[in-house]
């Protein structure tokens, strides 16, 4: 999208009562919840990798368009469209966020759209919490009144082919039997055996998480997301939204791809053989044609408090998969833990009048 198409901050404002129009994960397209206003997004497909190398080169071509908003209770920055104002960080729900001077760095490539509505996700914790007996009645209750942040995660995608030349020495266990008489018995020993080769794989769409805000654990939770099916990248899509800007660049994202691709190498080299044990395994690949995309992904963060501390759980934007924690009641706790040891004793006191 070159500079003349760009969208300003009047363009995300209803045509017909002048209230700000936001993308609706429901309908795919621009929605004015005060008139019912509708507009449809433009869903471009067409995939375009990006050279690697180039890349490491693009320049600051997304800050005409954006602003990054820090918050300084968790440190995150978070990119809104340049005439959307935030001022609750969608992480930790602080109010403490300033707007920075931070170039927003490379514009993304593709995104995936919300599709999940924030009501279907409160819905989906609420039953999750009603089947935890320890999360306290007045926490149950609460849930209706969290509003929910919807924000685009910063991911890295690679492509690349690999081609490695390799040499190890892997064993199979064995049995045998030893000595005579008394003596006699059975042995498990290695037979060890040298293997070396060639092996060639195509890697596409590996994944780096490139923000620092959402745990790898927590995006291994919520997962997955199907970059195949991600969209052109379309401001539209932000409006109403936030992103996280990617806390790991471009070389360091490639550095971990790589680091995980090796490992993915080595698990094919061995799966060609049948073995127990490894010895040694040396690998040495080259990577060669290496693409990349900056893809932004949804996630639907709610924030709530409960004596004094912060609970938050986070939700998959298109299939609702969700992850989190809960309140523990400690007199629920203490309650089962009694019944628990009520219904033990009574057991025993059974057994021994039985006995007697």
Not at 256 to 268: H, L, P, V, Y
């Amino acid at each position: 999208m070159n500079n003349s198409n760009l969208k300003t901050a009047d363009d995300f404002k209803c045509p017909g009562c002048g209230a700000p129009i936001s993308y609706d994960p429901a309908t795919g397209g621009l929605h004015c919840e005060y008139c019912g206003y509708e507009e449809n997004i433009n869903k471009e497909t067409s995939d375009i990798e990006n050279d690697f190398v180039e890349g490491q080169n693009e320049d600051n071509n997304w800050a005409a368009e954006t602003k990054i908003i820090h918050c300084d209770n968790c440190g995150a920055d978070n990119v809104l469209n340049a005439g959307e104002m935030s001022v609750t960080c969608p992480f930790c729900g602080s109010n403490h966020t300033i707007m920075t001077n931070q170039v927003t760095g490379i514009k993304p490539h593709r995104i995936i759209p919300f599709q999940i509505p924030s009501q279907n996700v409160k819905d989906a914790y609420r039953k999750w919490l009603r089947k935890k007996i320890f999360v306290p009645r007045k926490v149950k209750k609460q849930i209706p009144n969290i509003k929910l942040n919807g924000v685009y995660l910063p991911i890295w995608t690679f492509d690349s082919n690999a081609s490695s030349s390799y040499d190890g020495k892997l064993g199979k266990y064995y049995t045998r039997t030893v000595g005579s008489g008394k003596n006699r018995r059975t042995v498990t020993e290695i037979r060890y055996f040298c293997i070396s080769g060639n092996k060639s794989l195509f890697f596409d769409d590996f994944i780096v998480n490139a923000g620092t805000k959402i745990s790898q654990q927590e995006m291994n939770a919520i997962a997955p997301f199907d970059t195949n099916n991600s969209f052109v990248y379309e401001k539209e899509f932000m409006a109403g939204f936030s992103s996280e800007h990617y806390s790991v660049r471009l070389n360091d994202g490639w550095n971990i791809a790589k680091g995980n691709m090796d490992e993915s190498m080595k698990r094919a080299i061995l799966s060609d053989y049948h073995y127990d044990v490894v010895a040694y395994l040396n690998v040495t690949t080259n990577y060669t044609d290496i693409k990349y995309k900056y893809v932004l992904i949804p996630v639907w963060i709610g924030i709530y408090i409960y004596k004094n501390k912060t609970y938050r759980f986070i939700a998959n934007g298109v299939t609702g998969r969700f992850t989190g924690k809960a309140p523990v009641s400690a007199l629920k706790v203490l309650l089962f833990v009694a019944i628990i040891l009520a219904i033990v004793i009574l057991l025993f006191v059974l057994t021994q009048s039985a006995d007697a």
